[in-house]
Nanobody, 115 residues
């Protein structure tokens, strides 16, 4: 398995940008599926973006064109660049890695967008 630690969250005005980082406790080059999820108060956790085998990416419709997921295998880190942030992006953002069929989660980082 793998331990994941998110960072980079905070308070930002609408229209601003943030970059989230997810640092893994072990090399990630062999982890095929890594991604970001978010959970707003009173809502279910939802997929934001996923990167598969280091190349293929998928995004929730609500963030397409604004968010970009990437990974740096040399640094064992996955990033989420978030631009043009909206109030509805406010949530706790969680890093996720699927290892041998098991789901691994970070502790989450709060993103708050003020309108």
């Amino acid at each position: 398995q793998v331990q994941l630690v998110e960072s980079g969250g905070g308070l930002v005005q609408a229209g601003g940008s943030l970059r989230l980082s997810c640092s893994a406790s072990r090399p990630i080059f062999s982890i095929n599926v890594m991604g970001w999820y978010r959970q707003a108060p009173g809502k279910q956790r939802e997929l934001v973006a996923v990167i598969i085998s280091g190349a293929s990416t998928n995004y929730a419709d609500s963030v397409k064109g604004r968010f970009t997921i990437s990974r740096d295998n040399a640094k064992n880190t996955v990033y989420l660049q978030m631009n043009s942030l909206k109030a509805e992006d406010t949530a706790v953002y969680y890093c996720h890695a699927q290892v041998r069929g098991f789901n691994n989660w970070g502790q989450g980082t709060q993103v708050t967008v003020s309108s």
